[in-house]
């Protein structure tokens, strides 16, 4: 029993000593959205058409909002304002990516037409075969692109 006492004791002094590193267990401050040059997101589209009339509807110029350093246009004020109170339930999954690319560890181009809702997410694959793909293990491709995102930000974000 003194031996272990005097363990823990050992072992709480080492780590007083020898504080863990911030920045390995930190999430990375690094951001990675699917831009266009102008840094226009999801090509124009409103992000919050997608789950409110479940297709892609263009957004205008003039009602616009900037998140995570990319402009999201929107078809209507009342959008924008949904997605400013909660844009992490709008913004497209994997920065807007491909998420097939992403499950593989990599990005590419996405085709809005092949946007699906998933876990409350919006998801976007590079073109209609690209999408069949990803649905035909669509939950392993989901987890898969889930756990390679981050590193995938931590290389290509800025």
Known sequence: MLFRVASVLALTAAAAAFPARAQSTAPSTKVLVNTNQEGLALQGYDPVAFFT?????????????????ATYRFSSTEHRAL????PGKYEPAFGGF???????????????STFQILHGRLV??????????????????YRKAEANWPGIVEKKGR
Do not use: M
């Open 53 to 69: 009339q479940n297709h892609p509807v263009v957004g205008l110029p003039e009602i616009t909002a900037v998140h995570r350093g």
């Open 83 to 86: 997605f400013q109170q909660e």
């Open 98 to 112: 491909c998420a097939y690319a992403v499950s593989q560890g990599g990005t590419a181009p996405v085709d809005v």
């Open 124 to 141: 976007l694959n590079k073109n209609p075969d690209v999408l069949e793909l990803f649905n035909r293990d669509r939950e392993e491709r």
